[in-house]
């Protein structure tokens, strides 16, 4: 195996070292995946170089001198780098574009392996084998031609591209112009020009391209080509973002909108460059909103307005106002950035009616539980019209104002705006009231001091509604006998986090010998459970009349499922 058998096998192993390299520099880059792409090709060309070469066999030789003809596919690849790199992203939008550029590539490479058009015939040079040139082969000047075609346009935008840059880009352009196509001019010369003039030297394209690719690696370490800068970072987010993007000048005309915008109203980008604020808003308040004439703040501004779309649409949008101000304070614009926000209002009526129904249907089951009970009381009271006994009917009674004690819960729930919970004190006042009315009590003074804003949920008024509605019953039967004179008193606050509940009266007190604790009196037995059921404590002080002490905690509401 001769020396330029190595000098090809090297070529191959640097070609896909350094298209690794360049890949994983930033493998999102379309300029990073087509260099890595070129370096492939170049590799696998340069291997075929290698086997043609070191091979002793004439079919061998043949076989891979015909695989070689893939090379027109690396000028296009070339100036698809080109196109790339100097920003010529509206020219490869175009689909016609990629068929311009590879499909000659292909064809002409196609030809070349499945044909003789190109490749007459191999001979074994000092240097290995290598082709015979083709004397007449229209194929060959084609190839030719295609190659000289690509290398000179791209680079000429590459050449136009650097006379226009600076600083990193500029040096970027440097790399990416030696790196490419002098060494193609060398080995075009080589392999084409002196082969035309009958001067046969070894091939050296493939380690010239080797050597091209070097080149750009070195930028790419060097100078982190390509280089992100802010300016493209910022282009690159305002395009994509999802939010509209819409900026003025300090004349208040359109300068810039994203993608989003054009998406959003159904403009194109020339529809609005240029074109006054009012153009895209639904009246002339907007100017006021933004307050262009005194911009000294630098303060965002956040608000609620409408753009209108091309069909006349009007689209509302919460939008975030900022300005710009150069070095020295002055106004040069206004950034105007937002989001559609109809699907957010269409969700918020949605959830505005849903909630409505939702009130009136609570509304509606608080009213009818109530107007229930008062069917219950109403017969309670048909049913005790024909008692004689009078302590059957007293117990007809109770059973009436424990009732009722529920009701007035649910009608105050009713009246409420908050369907889960009740002003507790209009609750005892309402409750009190009726109880004085139903057992025709004049002669009894009833001191009502509740802290305000108690707000107790349902689940603990009930039962504590039903305490209160127990205690206060008893004394009013109980504690004035003969028409005395008297005064109960209810107290309600909060202390140390919890809730104290303190009903008294100056009465008789309980009967001398009954136990609080264990009276089997249906009423006492009824408090004692329900202070259970609050998760609290009683405790009884009957020195200057009756007093009980309740201290609890409103209750957190348990799933019910």
Known sequence: MNIFSYISLTAFFVC??????????N?????NIMIALLSIMVGFLAFAEFQYRQTSDFQTAYLWLKISGL????????????LIFTGKTNLLKNKLTYVLIYAPAVIIA?????TNWLLEGIIKEYWGWTYLYPKSSLLFYIMSLWTLLCTSFAGVICFLYYLKSKDIKRLQSKYLIAGLYLPLMISMFSDVILPNMSIRIPETT????TIGIGFISYGVWKYRFPALTAAIAADQIVSTMSNFLIMLDHNKNIVTINNATTSLLGFSKEELIGKPLEYLFKDQTLEKSLNLHNNISDTIVNFETCLKSKSGEFIPVLLSKSVIKDENGNLMGIVCIGNNIVEIKEAKDKIKASLNEKELLLRELHHRVKNNLQIILSLINLQSNGIKDQQDLEIFRESQSRVKSLAIIHEKLYQSTDFASINFKEYIQSLVSYLLSYYSKTNIIVDIDVENEIILNMDTAVPCGLIINELVTNSIKFAF??????????RLHHEDGSLILIIGDNGIGLPDGMDFETSEKLGLQLVKTLTEQLEGTIHYNGEYGAEFKIKFKELIYKNRY
């Open 110 to 114: 196609i030809l070349a392996v499945d």
């Open 206 to 209: 493939m380690m010239m391209s």
């Open 71 to 82: 090379w027109p596919l690396v000028p296009a690849i070339l100036l698809h780098i080109s």
């Open 481 to 490: 006998p003969e028409g005395k004179t008297g005064k109960i008193y209810i």
């Open 27 to 31: 493998t999102k880059s379309q300029l």
């Open 16 to 25: 896909f070292f350094l298209g690794n390299f360049i890949y994983h520099k």
